[in-house]
């Protein structure tokens, strides 16, 4: 009967865990860098290698989210099912983790629960690069090696190494654990021979991609406290944003964590000595990474880095929670200590979830140009920066022309950055003969030096049409300053669904419509224009809570507007 108890509790905190990350999973936008994983993912297999060797990143997540976008297209719910899912496989090999490490349930449950509910760990599970997945295989890796499970250990180290290449630091905690307390000498021999088969494969990719990976001509940033610091603060307050306004916070959690281990230490020395090396040796070998005399170093360290260790941070925070819960005098400030967390934990991610929506950033204008456009006419952007999610946006929105082994639309060319001295000779060979095209501007404002290519346009061809969308917009040009658009009679419904004050709710609809926003039987914004138009309608801090509409002739177009609260007397 214990047994089905436990069981039941088990599943139950992970249907939590599932429940919190699959919570509005599709309902952002993508980001940058989740764009860059859809926009490798889908070039052929031999291309998306090297471009991935030219990157900083191995190339497992690449190769399985290559296979993903396949079987389940590219959509946001689906490029993040595969970080979520192997996140829910992480949360179950902590608390097998913490309970081979304490031998306690209670803090293999308090670990499986704080993992849980982390905002952290739940952010890095809903994102489409391959933290997660890192730092499954890293678990995985420190599960095997407990164990004494050499084929999985080599097996899942080599898939962490392959996934992320701080797993190669994960590996080094557990060969400096074992050589410090290690086994008899013939099981050692056995998990030496083991990691060098890791260390082995590990090095025929950086052998491979050694001479091609993408390195930061700027000096390197050492800063003994940043990596530290950056522990400290994200499995702490989750973030490692302004944390001058949370180091209370942090010192309080912190003492509390390494108080906990250093009671567990009279109980299980070998135990405890494995997560406070998880914990300490990462940021020291990361430190070290910053030196300029090291080849590949740390430039720009951000939260999500130090991902692949937070195995051995839940890992500790239950086993130092269960060994205060053990002292009769600690009991009761444990207990606080526990809701404490668990609710920081719940506010968090109340707040988080306040300010996660889907914002029309650029899939009305990439479904604009999708309207507007053929497989024949060319299309250009500026922006370099942002040449992803050019292309990302582009697969949202329907835009089925032919595409390179890059996976880019063959009709679309992005204009680099350049100098100045070269902008002339740069934009003559990139439109030399090209009559008439379309232009996107992502933040053109972003390329160096500032504006020269668009001046450049301006200067050498008429703008005959152009419609702004915040700071991007889509421009036609032509040759001829008499030449016109295409007459469509498209209509593009808003991709929004909730809307907040300061957003733009966009519809594209054709020449001479009128296009107004309802709201209570009332119209409180109307539009209309000579050409077909891509109509932006501000989303005021007045305007109350509740169902608005869209209206173009006798179609209909809901959507809802929500602040953070509810205006007082507003009834929503």
Not at 142 to 151: D, E, K, N, Q, V
Not at 411 to 432: H, K, L, Q, Y
Not at 512 to 525: N, P
Request: aromatic letters at 12%; a neutral charge.
């Amino acid at each position: 009967m214990r047994h089905m108890a436990r069981g039941l509790l088990l599943v139950l905190v992970l249907l939590l865990a599932f429940y919190l990350r699959i919570d509005d999973l599709g309902n952002w936008p993508v980001r940058w860098d989740e764009a860059f994983s859809v926009w490798e993912a889908q070039m052929g297999f031999v291309e998306g290698t090297d471009f991935t060797a030219r990157d900083v990143h191995p190339p497992l997540y690449f190769w399985l989210l290559h296979i993903w976008v396949r079987l389940t297209g590219s959509s946001e719910f689906a490029i993040r099912m595969l970080s979520v899912l192997p996140s829910l496989i992480t949360i179950l090999v902590v608390y097998a983790i913490t309970l081979r490490l304490s031998r306690q349930r209670l803090a293999a449950l308090l670990a499986m629960l704080l993992i849980t509910t982390s905002p952290y760990h739940i952010h890095w599970s809903q994102d489409a690069r391959m933290y997660a997945l890192a730092t499954l295989f890293a678990s995985l890796t420190i599960y095997a090696f407990l164990r004494s499970r050499t084929r999985l250990f080599v097996i899942s180290g080599i898939l962490s190494v392959l996934s992320h290449y701080y797993g190669a630091i994960v590996l080094a905690v557990i060969v400096l654990h074992e050589a410090m307390f290690g086994r008899e000498r013939r099981a050692r021999r056995q998990w030496y021979a083991a990691t060098a088969v890791i260390s082995a494969v590990f090095m025929v990719w950086g052998a491979y991609t050694i001479g091609l990976m993408r390195k930061d001509p700027s000096l390197a940033t050492f800063d003994p406290q940043a990596a530290f610091l950056m522990m400290a603060g994200v499995f702490s307050v989750n973030s490692s944003t302004h944390l001058g306004a949370y180091n209370l916070h942090v010192m309080i959690v912190t003492t509390i964590f390494f108080a906990g281990l250093l009671l567990n230490w009279r109980i299980h020395p070998h135990a405890t000595s494995l997560i406070i090396l998880g914990c300490l040796l990462p940021p020291t070998i990361i430190t070290l990474l910053g030196l300029p005399i090291v080849p590949i170093h740390i430039n720009a360290l951000q939260e999500r880095h130090v991902s692949v260790f937070a195995p051995f941070v839940f890992s500790g925070f239950g086993i130092g929670l269960a060994a205060m819960l053990r002292r009769r005098w600690l009991r009761p400030a444990a207990v606080v200590i526990i809701l404490g967390l668990l609710a920081l934990n719940a506010t968090l991610l109340h707040k988080r979830a306040d300010n996660r929506y889907f914002k029309d950033d650029y899939r009305s204008m990439m479904m604009a140009i999708s309207a507007l456009t053929s497989a024949d006419d060319r299309v250009y952007f500026i922006s370099g920066g942002r040449r992803p999610l050019v292309y990302y946006h582009l697969d949202q929105a329907g835009y089925d022309v032919p595409k390179n082994v890059y996976a880019e639309p063959v009709n679309v060319t992005g204009i680099p950055r350049s100098s100045e001295s070269d902008v002339a000779d740069m934009m003559n060979w990139i439109f030399a003969g090209i009559d008439r095209f379309w232009l996107i501007e992502i933040e053109a404002h972003l390329d160096q030096p500032l504006d020269a290519p668009l001046d450049w346009i301006k200067d050498n061809y008429h703008r005959i049409y152009h419609i702004p969308v915040a700071w991007n917009g889509i421009s036609f040009f032509s040759n001829d300053e008499y030449d016109t658009i295409p007459e469509i009679d498209a209509i593009i419904p808003p991709v929004i669904t909730e809307a907040r004050p300061g957003d733009l709710v966009r519809i594209g609809v054709p020449a001479g419509a009128t296009v107004e926003l309802f709201h209570s039987g009332q119209t409180i914004d109307s539009h209309v224009a000579e050409t077909w138009m891509l109509h932006q309608f501000d989303i005021y801090p007045f305007y109350f809570n509740g169902n608005y509409e869209l209206r173009v002739a006798d179609q209909r177009y809901p959507f809802v507007i929500t602040h953070s609260q509810d205006f007082p007397g507003s009834g929503a």
